[in-house]
């Protein structure tokens, strides 16, 4: 309450509460639930707008491999997926958000606040539970770079969340990331690149965002991030089917990601499919044997589990539905 802010004046307060100004979490609108657990929320961040939120209770494998592993069990491995963005503005081609556009930056305060409701909701104890936060819902976090970065420093120092048990995906913004590698390790979270595709010719037509900035200059990018002790790099990789997802596609994605010379590992994600987005999701025995070539060259593949699907909430699904 503004009332209570009593380091400001009264006629300042009077003056904030009738402008309409006002103070508190962002309150949940909307929510769905999965047969399997998850929970997507629509998220009231000002007026009529709404931004997604997901909770998932055990997690949906991407934190496998990264260095994080702990022995927790149920649901103190939950995972909470926030968005960055109201929209979004890359395009990538098999994602339901790209259909939204961009339609405004999120605020520092507005970002937090999406993981503070959620951690309320479901009485989160922290030091007792282990929640891990992925900053990949709506929205490209390194294009709202100052209230990104300011969003986690609220939540390490003022509400007591680990960066290490953060991860922030980027579809590959090369100045982010160069600004990224600079950020004090106290503060850093993780980093994973959603990668896709395993040669620019295919990456450019799955995501036109690779005209502006090609692999190499993403992966030279990457180069710069001083990873922690047993700290790993992620790719994200999206499997369609007939077009990302052959064996000779997954030999050149393990060599891409052996060329950083980092420790890192692949995150293999069967697309997720929405209405009007012409892929196909490949069936479980292609990619297992994508995972399995990747793995055979060296580097680390685990694939992520496809959670709330039956609710719009998992990977590249986000775009406001309003059903389930």
């Given amino acids: 309450m503004l009332s209570g802010i009593t380091t400001l004046t009264k006629a300042l307060r009077r003056r904030l509460a009738v402008d309409g100004w006002e103070v508190g979490r962002p309150g949940i609108a909307q929510a769905f639930r999965s047969t399997d657990g998850t929970e997507r929320y629509l998220i009231a961040v000002g007026g009529a707008q709404t931004v997604e939120t997901v909770w998932m209770p055990e997690g949906d494998g991407g934190e496998d491999g990264d260095g994080s592993e702990d022995d927790a069990k149920a649901w103190s491995r939950a995972t909470i997926c926030v968005s960055s963005q109201v929209g979004c503005a890359v395009n990538c081609q098999f994602c339901l958000t790209a259909k939204l556009g961009l339609e405004r930056n999120l605020t520092a305060g507005e970002i937090a606040g999406q993981v ?12 007792r539970d282990r929640v891990n936060l992925v900053f990949m819902g709506m929205g490209e976090p390194l294009l709202n770079y100052d209230n990104f970065m300011g969003a986690v420093r609220l939540l390490v120092q003022e509400v007591g969340l680990s960066p290490q048990r953060m991860t922030v995906s980027s579809s590959g913004i090369v100045p982010g990331i160069e600004r990224f590698a600079e950020e004090p390790a106290e503060v850093r979270p993780k980093l994973a690149i959603s990668l896709n595709a395993p040669n620019d010719r295919i990456r450019e037509e799955v995501m036109p965002i690779n005209r502006k900035w090609p692999i190499e200059a993403v992966m030279e990018a990457v180069r710069k ?90 990977c590249g699904q986000l775009k406001r539905t309003a059903g389930s």
């Fill in 116 to 127: 503070v409701t959620v951690l309320e909701r479901h009485g989160v104890e922290l030091g």
């Fill in 225 to 314: 991030v001083k990873l922690r002790p047993r700290e790993r790099m992620t790719f994200e990789y999206v499997l369609l089917g007939g077009v990302t997802d052959r064996a000779e596609h997954a030999r050149e994605l393990a060599r891409l990601v052996r060329r950083t010379g980092l420790p890192a590992k692949v995150n293999l994600i069967a697309w997720n499919p929405g209405p009007g987005i012409g892929y196909a999701t490949p069936d479980g025995g292609r990619v297992e044997e994508f995972r399995r070539v990747v793995n055979a060259a060296g580097v680390p593949a685990y694939l992520r589990r496809p959670r709330g699907r039956d609710i719009y909430a998992a």
